[in-house]
């Protein structure tokens, strides 16, 4: 009879939960921050309350700058050009990597593409380059215009470079639910005592996404007494999990692929192996138990970096490092082994989903855009 009863309660509530999110969307708001990419949101619609996500990459390929994209720049564009949505969005980034400065400095330069068609790199912000280069007067007088909008962006973001164990991470994140949210409590006899324990939290705005984006994660600080692998796996399968079910955090880390991941492998012809170069589940790097916790994974690969020439119909030749793989590797809810071809402009950060192969006319208009040097 308990079973039965626990069941139908069960039911009841999923029954309840689809209602309202039909609901939701028959009025004009939304379930989920959309991915960008048209096609590639056939098979991932989009970003979640409550998921964790896995981007994973070989290194220098540019998972982080996906990371950004996804979970900052276009979560935060999409909600503000969308207010009937519904969605407020805030945004907790752990840079384990890079200091707060920046990280600014790579949105400053996604912003001045976005607005001016600008390219200019994070080294030339910087004043980086030959024969003394230096940042031009009119790029420098558009990002001090644009101290308004970097002040409305830090209201979405808050960038966190001094905190980089697992222990820490999960403390600030349950502090900032537990000051913006409630716990109902429920009560039971133990040992013939009444016991009152903490029953399930509520968000004080349901329709919050908080996001904790965490940077990478093999460069966690170490727990006390423990090692990477570990240290890993606490922050993963105690930490992670437990933000995501019990408050509904979105929590996304940046996860390395395993070394060996980087070594050609080779048919008898002497033709390269993609499916051994991908990068995968199973080549999760420090500890890829990762993989149990997680909802989504996706994996970034850049055929160039193997001299690829040619990819599911793809002039790798001619892209180079623009051409870029995006794998979704896991969906818990949704379908797995999907590839989605990228444009990657890795001086500005962003991405952009390539035409179908087959549609030659616009293929070829990317083409002649690499061609005239991105001009």
């Known amino acids: 009879m308990g079973t039965q009863q626990s069941g139908e309660r069960a039911y009841d509530t999923a029954l309840e939960k689809i ?20 096609r590639g949101a056939e098979f991932f619609p989009g970003i979640e309350r409550a ?35 519904d969605i407020r969005l805030k945004i907790f980034y ?67 470079d001094n905190v980089s164990n697992p222990t820490g991470i999960f403390k600030y994140m349950k502090t900032y ?34 996001m904790c984006i965490t ?10 007494g423990m090692n990477l692998y570990d240290t890993i796996g606490r ?26 991941k980087e070594k050609k492998q080779f048919t008898f012809r002497g033709q390269s192996i993609i499916e051994k170069l991908e990068p995968s589940m199973d080549g999760l790097g420090d500890n890829k138990s990762t993989q149990r916790d997680a909802d989504n994974i996706f994996g970034l690969f850049a055929p160039d970096r193997y001299q690829i020439d040619e990819i599911n119909g793809y002039n790798v030749k001619l892209l180079k490092d623009h051409f870029r793989m995006l794998l979704i590797l896991k969906s818990r809810d949704g379908d797995a082994n999907i590839r989605i071809p990228l444009f990657f402009d890795g001086a500005t950060g962003n991405f952009t989903e390539m035409p179908k192969a087959s549609d030659v006319a616009e293929l070829e208009k990317v083409y002649q855009y690499v061609r005239n040097g991105m001009n």
Not at 144 to 157: G, H, L, M, R, T
Not at 177 to 203: A, C, M, S
Not at 238 to 260: D, H, P
């Open 51 to 85: 998921t964790y996500d896995i981007i994973t990459a070989n290194s220098g390929i540019g998972k982080s700058k996906l990371a950004r994209f996804l979970y900052v720049m276009n979560a935060i564009s999409w909600v503000k050009n969308n207010p009937d949505s």
């Open 235 to 260: 922050f993963s399968a105690r930490y992670g999990v437990e933000l995501r079910n019990k408050y509904g955090t979105i929590f996304v880390v940046v996860q390395q692929q395993a070394a060996e």
């Open 177 to 210: 639910h537990e000051e913006n949210g409630i716990w109902t409590t429920r009560e039971f006899l133990q040992d013939g005592n009444l016991k009152t324990v903490k029953d399930q939290y509520t968000p004080n705005d349901p329709n919050e996404y908080v």
């Open 215 to 224: 940077d990478h994660i093999s460069l966690l600080d170490t727990e006390s």
């Open 19 to 38: 209602k309202q999110r039909r609901e939701r969307v028959i009025e004009g708001h939304a379930n989920c921050i959309p991915l960008p990419f048209d």
């Open 94 to 160: 752990f840079s384990l990597e890079e200091t707060r400065e920046k990280f600014m400095m790579s949105m400053m330069s996604y912003y001045l593409w976005v607005n001016f068609r600008l390219r200019i790199s994070v080294k030339q912000l910087r004043s980086v380059g030959k024969n003394g280069y230096f940042l031009p007067d009119d790029v420098l007088e558009k990002i001090e215009q644009a101290k308004e909008y970097f002040s409305d962006f830090e209201q979405y973001v808050t960038i966190i």
